[in-house]
């Protein structure tokens, strides 16, 4: 259980690296900064792959498939959705929107692997599901506060933000439920192979994602420099840092927690995630956070770790 969650841990604290990606690079397009992430995560793949050949020639037509659907939708169509949200509603809105994912992804799991998994007791389940709900409410109200004393503000940009935000969360609910039945259904299968065969998969997809969005540009006579953009340099280093570690890295640990947690337990850690990417962006900004913010947070870690101590009851045949 502890070493599935501290998998968890190390997987939130890279994930959170994906929410830095959009506010460093504000004039790249989402969509590049999407294809581009996984581009490189699916060329790190490459070596990876031919060092674990043996074990991903073991892999049937139906498991490549699989990993085809987690890749385009569980990469590329999430972190497009992400990236553009960050860039019209900046960081901390789409960051709490995506904080409710260890709430969605709970209750989900709960009602459809309850078999498989055991049942987390609704009573016992609630107070985590309540704090943690609650702290990123606080959280939330502080930004939306700031928000509203921005005189200049678009508020229909913002809008569309949270609605690229829930189509996010929509996203990264099916991923985690998918990507651990696979791996529930495999346990003699490497988290690391699985991960491996992940971003081997993104690789077309993100080439094709490529090509495509850089002949749409050419045919609508942008001026963007394609195919690396005003600022390469930044531009090659950030992705490459962000398909190494949030992607390939982060894949694996999170492969490993999958393995060893049930399903709705998991998918509560994923609040690691969102106290990472508040932590950089605190970073970024300068500034400390409110002490609502503060507050939040604490109550966040707090639901977690009750979260943690919640045994699942077998479910009667």
Not at 286 to 314: C, D, F, H, N, Y
Request: net charge positive; with cysteine; hydrophobic share 55%.
């Amino acid at each position: 259980m502890w070493a599935g969650t501290l998998y968890a841990l190390a997987a939130g604290l890279m994930w959170g690296l994906v929410f830095v990606g959009p506010l460093l690079l504000p004039e790249y397009p989402a969509a590049l900064q999407s294809v581009g992430r996984y581009l490189a995560f699916g060329l790190i793949a490459i070596p990876l792959a031919w060092l674990d050949r043996k074990a991903l020639r073991q892999l049937s037509r139906a498991d490549w498939i699989e990993a085809l659907k987690l890749a385009a939708i569980g990469n590329l169509l999430y972190y497009l959705c992400l990236a553009s949200a960050i860039q019209r509603a900046g960081g901390p809105v789409p960051t709490m929107i995506i904080g409710t994912l260890p709430v969605v992804i709970a209750v989900s799991a709960n009602l459809r692997n309850a078999r498989r998994d055991g049942r987390l007791p609704w009573k016992r389940l609630a107070p985590s599901l309540a704090l943690i709900a609650l702290g990123i409410a606080c959280v939330n109200q502080v930004e939306l506060q700031a928000l509203r004393q921005e005189a200049d503000a678009d508020l229909s940009r913002y809008a569309i933000g949270a609605v690229l935000a829930l189509g996010a969360v929509v996203c990264w609910t099916w991923y985690p439920l998918r990507n651990a039945d696979w791996l529930r259904n495999h346990p003699g299968r490497s988290p690391r192979t699985w991960a491996t065969a992940q971003g081997v998969a993104t690789l077309p997809l993100a080439l094709a994602g490529y090509g495509l969005l850089w002949g749409g540009m050419a045919l609508s006579g942008s001026d963007f420099a394609m195919p690396l953009g005003p600022r390469p340099e930044a531009f090659l280093g950030l992705m490459i840092s962000i398909g190494l570690f949030a992607s390939w890295l982060g894949t694996l640990c999170w492969n490993e927690a999958s393995q060893r947690l049930p399903t709705a337990l998991a998918g509560q850690l994923i609040v690691f995630e969102t106290l990472a990417a508040l932590a950089y962006a605190f970073m970024l900004r300068g500034s400390l956070p409110q002490p609502l913010t503060l507050a939040g947070i604490a109550l966040l870690m707090i639901g977690v770790l009750r979260a943690v101590r919640v045994k699942p009851e077998p479910v009667p045949a």
